[in-house]
Structures are given as structure tokens and as C-alpha cells.
């Protein structure tokens, strides 16, 4: 009883509301709380590659370009350059070259690699740091010299950056810049690479330089708005390569250096990262102007005002869905995205089809955002296959009458609680080639009526596969039921349904349909093998570029052949030619009617069943402005705002502390050990027991 | 006595070599050198050339267990399994594959770890002994009758079952403590309620009847009616008599874990946040990370053995009859 009391004399001291998270200091501050799954495997600019990092990364880190936050189809607008760069062709087109002019007077975040006297620590120094912050901080100004480190950073012998090999064929004298540097390293230290002068990128003054690549690769400018291509000053890679800081986990890999409006302050990628305003940020301006419908959103409210309008960003590692939702809904997270199991608990989607909060969660003020992602998700067939791969009219006639006999909408409705869109090809909404409604429909698989895409009927698909060859699903000339093979991952008990689907799908024709899962690994080794016949996959855009999404069916980057990314090692030599004419040609009237005809062609060929566009639907507080999704933008901390006043009411009145069945449950238990408390006593005072 | 350690410590020598081989074997027959290159590479863009020079700088581009390209001892030594299971006997865990320094991390992680364990540990002990010295007290009574039922009725239900009731009760219904996340010094207690809690709950169905059973069996011993037949008084029979000599078994179960405390629990990290070695080892296994798999099963196979020594030392204490030769 003693130790409840003082239990609830301690929790009282925690103020009106007891299931705070956060330390009480923090209370009523401007700091915006949100969460991570998975913990982030690389911070370096030149190494990560994934979402999840670029949550941290690009917070940091400022590229020369960035997107535009409101605007859509997405824009191209300067980060810390001075404007977007032109591509000027030069030799006859034979080489390109980007020039790109740096803002002067952007300063990077406080950090020791500033300070000289920090490049010498001894090692009990070193042993005594927590985070590289105990030390002086220093800072200086961004010079074109970073960003030509950074990109020489991608050919270091001892980073592994996921773009070199691509980059290697278009930057000159990348590939042989690696080759030098491998010559030159020593395996431990610093490797300075200011002492490697490379071919291909040309500082032109302190605030500019000139990339050199070869051919004509207009794509070249999306990548300048990813973290690739972020500055890195020397002095960062200098600090972390002294000798035992490696061992404290004091690496570059873990602490980001840069100059975007924050800095990474606390680094616990087991519990929680931190990311604080950037003393030093020059501070830049909301923008102006968005698409149609954004000023009645209200996400031009702050148009002009100087960002960041957030002090603090606290990411806590949550990896179970459960307590991260109920953290959401007591207010301890200020945005949330929809797990299947708190689906329908969130949302309501109405016969329309509009999705909305449902009333629990309007009651609380809590608002839905949703936005088709640039991905797709495809079931392909492996075109080296006998049976249903190749460019044979018995093989494109056995695709067609699946494709249209796979019900997509169905899988939509069923697995995705109807969060996302029938693919009609492989463009994702939001990119240039994509096109709306029946000009946008795959003419294959589905109709026109009633002023929407209706897939064809079972009828059409069996007689697609009756002329394949194989009527009521058997092979016409040996009379066996045909059997196909899906390769898949799985994931747990929870994939019998959706298995059972699949299954179904196919019994439509009367095909039998084997499922082969396996884990990741031996998944992407078959695909790698091409042996598969088919398979699940998807595909989320690098950047918003339709080249991102028909790349995947190129020939020659066959993933079975070259190791590509085409998985499906699709190959049709017209396709091929067009998507090389299209590759390096600018979004225009002429480019569109390529992307058209190599959307028809795959369209007839259906190397893949057009999967799913997926739906993001994520949730805010009513203490959160200006959110926006934008899924090729990862640096939107930046925009968003919190009323931290609002939170700190609505928190102390959703979790007031209820402590009366705590004061029962313990009388309870007093009250049960009477009964054993009396009878002990009398057995105490018997003269004689019982006999037992 | 120090002869016995000694020996007990060399015998440690070949279980720790056939446990690394053990779960050399295991890993590798489930992941490739270059699943793993992929896996902190990741699989967009990755080139050939790179998942090579991923390998040969992790030197996961050595045969497996034996080099028949090379001379005499190289053959056995200029293999992945030697050069990366020798240094773990010296406590060199080295770097996980993401460049994060092992040792460090758990030192990190085992404060958590134990923080939640020794409380759940401690505090159980005594209510399981507490509940099962009552049940015992109470014998062939309608109490012992139904703090049996209850007991089997708790060892019934999942752990997952008590973690999320738990949460759903105490902190989303009643918002007495956080549903999870976790503070390092004294603030961690806020944190640490809950799990512990639950934890000790959890354990009294299994607990309170392994206890009883352990009690009523010495209970039914010739000194224990000779202690009422002086005119003892039951309670100093219980407690004076019967848990003195039921410790052989209570510790054999305790000490044993004692050092296993530090491995932390997978499910209540996992739960409710704690970033103790529990969820170390689980994220290490879902991210193929052999140099942190093969760290933490060493150091449990360490601590295991350990325990087991100390629990032979423990029965000394307790028992001045047994001797260690």
C-alpha cells in the first residue's frame, strides 16, 4: 500500500497529465514529435540511399536543387543554387555541362571540424566524448569547393555509394578517379581528396563549378536535389578520421554536417534522434505560391515568412504499431500514417469512394491528408520464360487474358482498404507522360463506359486464352491443365489470404497457380537468375522523370542479363529505340507522343499485370499546419508549424490521470487478504493442528 | 575451489567454439556474403563491382570454414570463420556492418536491459516466493485450492496478451504511465513501471506454482515435523525452516539467469521501446548482421556458462554439505 502511495506521490509530481513521454521541460515547447521504425543505416550523404534515412539526411543536408514544396507536377527549384542549372551541349552534343552558382554567404551549422585545434585529439579526448557537440564549434562559409568534394566522395575507395556505377558513366573521368584514389589510399586516415583533381568537375569562382558529362543525360538535374549531391566541407571527413573516434561511433556516417535549417543533435538511433534549428541557417522564405485549391487548404497562410518555423524535431524509435497509434491519439506524436489495423478505426470512405476522418477522430480535430505516391506495384512476367514469357502471339494473348482477368480494383478494395489506383500503365500519376482518363486508359484491359475505366469481362480473357492455346485453362495440344508459377516473398500467416487471392485470380481461366515463396534474399536471387516465371515487385521513383518508371522495362537493363533493374527482362527493340530517344529529350509535345507509343507497345506486350499506385493517407493533429504530402520531397520539416499551446490543452485534457480503479484494485487485494490474514492467525492460536 | 573454476572456465573453451560454429552454420545457410552486401548496400542500383568490394573489405570474400587455395594453417585460418570468430574470445566484437562499433552499443543497451530485468527478476522472486509460501501455508484449503486455479489460469495466457492489456488499461484507459519510450537515469522509472508490472504478473502463474510444488515437497520432510513438534510456530517453520532449504532449487533457477539479465527481453523491449540488447539482437538478425548475431550469441553463451558456475558456487553458501573439487 506504502509503495502505491509513493508511486502515485511520484507520478503527481509529473503534473496534470502522467503518461507524458517526453521530459517536463519540453512541455509547451515549439518542438514537433514523430517517430522512426527502422534504425537509419547510413547518414552520409554519399552513402544513404533509403527513405527512412532521407527523413534526417535531407533536414541537413541542402543539395543545390530541391522540389517544389506546394507545386505539382513536381518542380525543380534552387536550394542553395542560385538558379536551375541549364544543360549547355557541347563537341556536338558529345559532352554536357551543368554549371551550377552557389548563394554566397550560406554558413554550415556549428561543428569542432571548424575548429583547427580540434583535428589533434588525444585519445582520452576522444574516449570521453559523448557527441562530437562536447567539443568547440566552429563554423565557415559554403564554398563550390564542398560541393566538388562531395562529388568526388562518391568515387572514395572506402564509401559505397549506391550511384557511383551510375554516375561513373556520366560524369567524365569518374570511373578512372576511383581507380586513382584506390591507388592512393592508404586503407586508414584521412585520404584528402583535394589532392585528386577530377576530370569532369571544374570549380569556376569560390561560389561556382561546372560538372561535365557525357552525352546528354537531362535527369542529371534531378539528382542535383538529392543528397549525393550535397556539399561535404574537407574538414568534417578530416575531424571523424582521427584514430579512435570510429570506436565511439563519432563517424560522419552517424553525424551529418551541413547547412539546411537543422542539425542532428542527439543521435540514439535505438531510441531517439534529434534534430535542433540551425543556429547558422540563413533562413529562407515560405513560398509564395502553390497549385490550385492549396490557398483554401490554407497552406499559403505563411506565404513569404522565414523557415523554419519548428525549434526542435523529436524522432522516437517505434517499432510496434500499437502503442505508436495510441501515442497519436493521446496527442504524443503530431502526425500519423494508417496501419491496416487502424484503418477503419481512422477513416471512412464514403460510397462515392471519398475517404474522411471518421467521427472519433474529427471529435479530437484530427485532419486527413492523401496523395497517390510515384511507385507502382506490378505482378511481372519473366520474358525469358517458355510459357508465358517472349514476344509470341500465343504468350501476349496468355498475359492479356490474365491481366484483365486479375482484378485489381478487387485487390485494392480487399488488401489496401482501398488505398490506391489502378495502374494503366507504368507511369505513376504526378509525372510527365502520365495521362488521365480515357486517353490514360489501357485499352487491353479495360473499356469505356459510363465516363470511367470498367475492366473487360472473364468472357474477352477466355477468349484471349482460348486463342492462346489454351481453352478452359488446358494446353490445346497435350490437354494439360496449365499450371504457372508465382514467386514471392513471405512475410507471415498473414500472406494466406492474400495468396488465396492470387489463386483465385488465376482459377478465373482455370489456371492452376503454384505459389513458390521464400525470403527476401532467395526472392532477388531468382530474379537475378531470371528463374521466375512470375512475380511481385515495386518500384518507387528516384525522381519524378518518366524515364524513373520506363527504364524498368528497357532491354537492355534486363536484370536476368545485365543485372538491371528491369526485371521483368522485358525486351522489344521498338520499345528500346524509343525509350533511347526519350531518355535525353525535355518534357515536351514530341517527348509525350514517344512516352505514348512506348505505353501503347507495352500495353499490347504486358510484360506486367498494371498493378496498384498506392495511396498515402497520413493524419495531423489539429496543432499542425502547413503539411503537405510530397512524396519526392524528404526536407519538409522546414515548412511545417505547430501550435504549441494548442497541444499542450488538448494533451492535459485527452490523458487526465484516472486513479480511482488503481485506489479499488488495491483495496481489492487488502480486502482478499483478510480472509488469509485471520485464518493464519487462528491457525497460529490453535493448540493442536488438524490432522492434514 | 579455485581448481574447479579454473577447470570449469577451460571446459567453457570448446561449448564456446562449437556454439560459434553452431551459429556460423546457421546463418550462413540462410544468408549468402553477397545477401548480405545487399542487404547494407541495398538492392536499387547496386552494382556487381560493388557487392564485390563490399565483400573483400568485410572479408566475407574468404572460403567459409576451409581454404584449400592457400598453405598449411592458412587453410584453416584464412577463412571467414576464423577471422571472425578468433577476435570474440578477447572480447574484440569489433564493428557491426554499418560501421557501429559493437562494444559500444552494448554498453549502451545493457543499462536498459537490466534496468528492466533485475526489477522484474527481484521483484517477482519475492512475490512468487510470497504467494507460494501462502499457497503452501494455506494447503488443502479453499485458498490454496484457488490460488492454484488462479495460477494455472495466469500461465494460460500469452505474455503478448499481458503487454497489450497492460498498455490498453494502464496507459490508454486510465493515462496513469507512458505506453512506452524510454529515459536513461532516474527518469527511466516511468517507464520501467509498466514493463515491470507486467512482467512480474506475468510470471506469478508459473512462479507461485513452481514454489509451492518446491515448498510442500519439503514441507513433507521429517525436520519440518519435528520443528512443529518443538512448538514452532508455523511461520517460523515456513520461513526459518523450509525456504532456507528449498534454496537449492530457487537458486538453481535464479543464479542461472542472473547474468542473462543483461541480454534483455524481445518482446517487452520491443514494446514498449526500451533499447535494450533484446531488441539488439532481433534488429541484428532482420538487418543479416552477423558481426552483431554472432557478438550477441557468444556473450550469451558466455554469460550462460557463467551463470551455471555461479550457481555450483551458490550451492556452497547455502549448503555447507556440498564441496567443489
Request: aromatic share 12%; with cysteine.
Amino acid at each position: 500500500m506504502r509503495i502505491v502511495l509513493i508511486l502515485l506521490l511520484f507520478l503527481g509530481g509529473c503534473g496534470e497529465v502522467w503518461n507524458d513521454p517526453y521530459p517536463a521541460e519540453e512541455r509547451g515547447r515549439n518542438i514537433f514529435y514523430t517517430s522512426f521504425i527502422n534504425r537509419p543505416k547510413h547518414l552520409d550523404p554519399v552513402q544513404s540511399y533509403t527513405s527512412d534515412e532521407a527523413d534526417f539526411t535531407m533536414q541537413v543536408y541542402e543539395p543545390p536543387l530541391q522540389y517544389h514544396y506546394l507545386k505539382r507536377p513536381y518542380e525543380l527549384v534552387p536550394l542553395t543554387a542560385l538558379g536551375v542549372p541549364k544543360a549547355q551541349e557541347i563537341e556536338g552534343g558529345k559532352f554536357t555541362v551543368y554549371e551550377i552558382r552557389i548563394r554566397p554567404g550560406i554558413r554550415y551549422q556549428p561543428h569542432p571540424g571548424f575548429v583547427p585545434e580540434n583535428f589533434s585529439l588525444s585519445p582520452a579526448r576522444i574516449d570521453g566524448l559523448k557527441s562530437p557537440y562536447d567539443l568547440p564549434l566552429g563554423t565557415r562559409e559554403l564554398l563550390a569547393d564542398d560541393y566538388i568534394y562531395q562529388i568526388k566522395r562518391l568515387a572514395h575507395p572506402r564509401l559505397h555509394s549506391p550511384i557511383f556505377g551510375l554516375m561513373s558513366e556520366y560524369i567524365v573521368g569518374l570511373k578512372e578517379y576511383a581507380g586513382q584514389l584506390k591507388q592512393a589510399d592508404r586503407k586508414e586516415g584521412w585520404l584528402d581528396l583535394r589532392q585528386f583533381p577530377l576530370q569532369g568537375v571544374e570549380k569556376t569562382g569560390p561560389h561556382s563549378f561546372r560538372v561535365t558529362l557525357r552525352g546528354s543525360y537531362p535527369q542529371f538535374a534531378y539528382w542535383l536535389a538529392m543528397p549525393f549531391f550535397a556539399p561535404m566541407p574537407w574538414e568534417a571527413e578530416r575531424f571523424f578520421e582521427q584514430p579512435g573516434m570510429a570506436q565511439k561511433n563519432l563517424t560522419l556516417d552517424w553525424w551529418p554536417v551541413g547547412t539546411g535549417p537543422y542539425m542532428l543533435t542527439e543521435n540514439n538511433p535505438n531510441a531517439r534522434m534529434v534534430l535542433e534549428r540551425n543556429p547558422n541557417f540563413r533562413g529562407e522564405a515560405y513560398p509564395p505560391e502553390g497549385e490550385r485549391g492549396d490557398a483554401e487548404a490554407g497552406l499559403l497562410q505563411d506565404a513569404g515568412k522565414t523557415m523554419p518555423f519548428i525549434d526542435r524535431i523529436v524522432f522516437s524509435r517505434e517499432k510496434e504499431s500499437i502503442p505508436y497509434w495510441n501515442k497519436f491519439l493521446q496527442g504524443y506524436y503530431d502526425v500519423s500514417g494508417i496501419g491496416s489495423d487502424q484503418f477503419d478505426q481512422a477513416v471512412r470512405v464514403s460510397i462515392e469512394g471519398d475517404a474522411n476522418v471518421t467521427p472519433e477522430m474529427e471529435e479530437k480535430g484530427i485532419r486527413l491528408s492523401t496523395s497517390v505516391e510515384t511507385s507502382t506495384f506490378y505482378v511481372g512476367f519473366n520474358w525469358l520464360d517458355k510459357v508465358v514469357g517472349g514476344d509470341s502471339e500465343r504468350a501476349r494473348k496468355l498475359r492479356q487474358a490474365i491481366s484483365i482477368a486479375f482484378d485489381v480494383e478487387e485487390q485494392i478494395t480487399i488488401f489496401s482498404n482501398g488505398r490506391g489506383i489502378a495502374a494503366q500503365g507504368p507511369i505513376a500519376p504526378g509525372i510527365f507522360g502520365y495521362r488521365e482518363d480515357q486517353e490514360g486508359m489501357n485499352p487491353v484491359v479495360y473499356e469505356w463506359r459510363e465516363g470511367k475505366p470498367v475492366r473487360k469481362s472473364l468472357e474477352v480473357a477466355r477468349k484471349l486464352l482460348a486463342e492462346a492455346g489454351y481453352p478452359d485453362g488446358r494446353d490445346a495440344k497435350t490437354g494439360q491443365p496449365l499450371v504457372l508459377y508465382f514467386d514471392t516473398v513471405a512475410r507471415g500467416a498473414g500472406d494466406k489470404a492474400a495468396f488465396d487471392w492470387y489463386r483465385q485470380q488465376f482459377e478465373k481461366l482455370s489456371i492452376q497457380l503454384e505459389i513458390r515463396t521464400t525470403d527476401w534474399n532467395r526472392f532477388q536471387d531468382k530474379i537475378r537468375k531470371g528463374d521466375t516465371q512470375t512475380f511481385r515487385l515495386g518500384w518507387n521513383a528516384d525522381y519524378p522523370d518518366p524515364e524513373n518508371f520506363l527504364f524498368l522495362l528497357h532491354g537492355p537493363q534486363s536484370r536476368a542479363r545485365t543485372q538491371g533493374e528491369n526485371a521483368a527482362n522485358y525486351a522489344n527493340p521498338e520499345y528500346d529505340a524509343l525509350f533511347e530517344r526519350m531518355k535525353h529529350m525535355a518534357n515536351s509535345p514530341e517527348r509525350q507522343r514517344l512516352i505514348d507509343r512506348m505505353v501503347d507497345i507495352v500495353r499490347a506486350d504486358a510484360p506486367w499485370i498494371w498493378g496498384v499506385h498506392p495511396k498515402s493517407y497520413s493524419l495531423r493533429h489539429s496543432w499542425v499546419s502547413n503539411d503537405k504530402p510530397n512524396t519526392m520531397a524528404r526536407n519538409s520539416m522546414k515548412y511545417l508549424k505547430i501550435d504549441p499551446a494548442k497541444r499542450a490543452e488538448l494533451r492535459a485534457q485527452w490523458n487526465r490521470p484516472v486513479v480511482g480503479p488503481l485506489i479499488l484494485i488495491v483495496l481489492l487485494l487488502v480486502a482478499s487478504a483478510i480472509p488469509a490474514v485471520v485464518s493464519y492467525r487462528k491457525r497460529e492460536r490453535m493448540a493442536a493442528r488438524p490432522a492434514a | 575451489m579455485l581448481g574447479y573454476i579454473v577447470r570449469r572456465a577451460l571446459y567453457a573453451i570448446p561449448i564456446l567454439i562449437g556454439v560459434n560454429l553452431i551459429t556460423f552454420l546457421l546463418f550462413f545457410v540462410v544468408n549468402t556474403p553477397d545477401d548480405m552486401a545487399r542487404m547494407q548496400l541495398g538492392t536499387r542500383r547496386v552494382t556487381a563491382e560493388a557487392i564485390e568490394k563490399w565483400k573483400a573489405e568485410q572479408g566475407y570474400d574468404k572460403p567459409y570454414v576451409w581454404n584449400s587455395g592457400t598453405d598449411g594453417l592458412g587453410k584453416l585460418t584464412d577463412t571467414i570463420f576464423y577471422q571472425k570468430s578468433l577476435r570474440l574470445f578477447a572480447f574484440d566484437f569489433g564493428a557491426a556492418e554499418d560501421g557501429r562499433d559493437i562494444a559500444n552499443e552494448i554498453r549502451m543497451r545493457m543499462w536498459p536491459s537490466l534496468a528492466l530485468a533485475l526489477p522484474v527478476l527481484l521483484v517477482g522472486l519475492a512475490v512468487n516466493i510470497t504467494f507460494a509460501l501462502l499457497m503452501a501455508f494455506f494447503r488443502a484449503t479453499y485458498l490454496d485450492f484457488w490460488g492454484v486455479v488462479l495460477c494455472v489460469a495466469m500461465m494460460s495466457i500469452s505474455a503478448l496478451f499481458y503487454i497489450i492489456g497492460g498498455q490498453y488499461i494502464a496507459s490508454k484507459v486510465w493515462h496513469l504511465v507512458p505506453i512506452s519510450g524510454y529515459a536513461g537515469g532516474l527518469d527511466a522509472w516511468k517507464f520501467l513501471v509498466l514493463p515491470v508490472l507486467i512482467g512480474v504478473v506475468g510470471g506469478i502463474g508459473a512462479g507461485g506454482r513452481w514454489y509451492r510444488t518446491l515448498f510442500l515437497e519439503e514441507m513433507a520432510r521429517d525436520y519440518v515435523r519435528t520443528a512443529r513438534a518443538k512448538g514452532l510456530a508455523e511461520s517460523t517453520v515456513l520461513f526459518r525452516h523450509v525456504l532456507k532449504n528449498a534454496m537449492i532449487p530457487i537458486l538453481t533457477g535464479v543464479v542461472v539467469v542472473i547474468p542473462l539479465l543483461f541480454m534483455g527481453s524481445l518482446l517487452t523491449e520491443s514494446f514498449f521501446g526500451i533499447p535494450g540488447l533484446g531488441s539488439y539482437t532481433i534488429d541484428a538478425i532482420q538487418a543479416q548482421d552477423f558481426a552483431v548475431v554472432r557478438s550477441m550469441v557468444f556473450i550469451g553463451s558466455v554469460l550462460y556458462i557463467l551463470g551455471l558456475l555461479l550457481t555450483d558456487l551458490s550451492y556452497t553458501l547455502v549448503d555447507p554439505r556440498i564441496k567443489l573439487q
